[in-house]
């Protein structure tokens, strides 16, 4: 069975600080990705990543970036964080290209005071 | 218009009914089609994937119409567990390694 770990059930941080949310998948997926979701808005894509080093922007990547040095663990950074980007984030993987279903994390729900 | 539309609903049901969502995408080069369950305050879950000729998994029927461009799920019997948001998700069918496209989810009441 897939396994996707993110690193905080829940989170608080200041305005201002750097944040890392990490995630670390068990199934040599090669493809990962970053989502926010918030109500009302469904899930947003933020980054994801097709191989180690690789990296592309979702439709939201604004105020994040990314870091893939290894296959299993995909990190968001929040370069300064802002009370807007207060969200539930959710790390996913998925195996190979095209037909195969992503498996999620548990999630982070993040508040930026 | 958006990608992949779900009504948002909520579908108030009682138990034992039969329900059914629809989901269209705009994308008419999409290959995989895909729903998911997610629960309040969860990560979505695959529920069933959505193959061309239509499949069924217990209770679960899931179709694809490609000249419409929409895909369905039928719950039948329904029970209280079924209480969820049934998110739809399209692959549209690049090179593959964009990420899914979900709809906004279709919430699901089940009453006693």
């Known amino acids: 069975d897939v396994k996707v770990t993110q690193s905080s059930r829940y989170l608080v941080k200041r305005t201002g600080e750097k944040v890392f949310l990490e995630c670390v998948q068990d199934m040599d997926h090669e493809n990962m990705f970053w989502y926010r979701q918030d109500p009302g808005l469904g899930l947003r894509l933020i980054y994801f990543s097709y191989d180690v080093k690789m990296k592309e922007k979702g439709d939201i990547p604004e105020g994040y970036s990314v870091s893939r040095e290894k296959k299993e663990r995909f990190s968001l950074i929040l370069e300064s964080a802002s009370t807007n980007q207060t969200s539930m984030y959710l790390c996913a993987s998925r195996r190979g290209q095209g037909g195969q279903p992503q498996h999620f994390g548990d999630g982070t729900r993040l508040s930026i005071l | 218009r958006k990608e992949v539309e779900q009504d948002p609903g909520p579908f108030n049901v009682p138990e034992g009914a039969t329900v059914a969502f629809n989901c269209t995408y705009s994308n008419s080069a999409s290959q995989s089609f895909f729903w998911y369950r997610q629960d309040c305050r969860k990560e979505p879950k695959l529920l069933m994937s959505?193959?061309?000729s239509g499949n069924e998994d217990g209770r679960f029927t899931a179709q694809l119409n490609r000249a419409s461009q929409y895909i369905s799920l039928l719950i039948r019997d329904s029970k209280l567990s079924d209480s969820a948001t049934y998110l739809c998700?399209?692959?549209?069918?690049?090179?593959?390694?964009?990420?899914?496209?979900f709809g906004s989810g279709t919430r699901l009441q089940v009453q006693p």
């Open positions: 998700v399209v692959n549209s069918g690049d090179t593959g390694r964009r990420a899914l496209t």
């Open positions: 959505v193959y061309s």
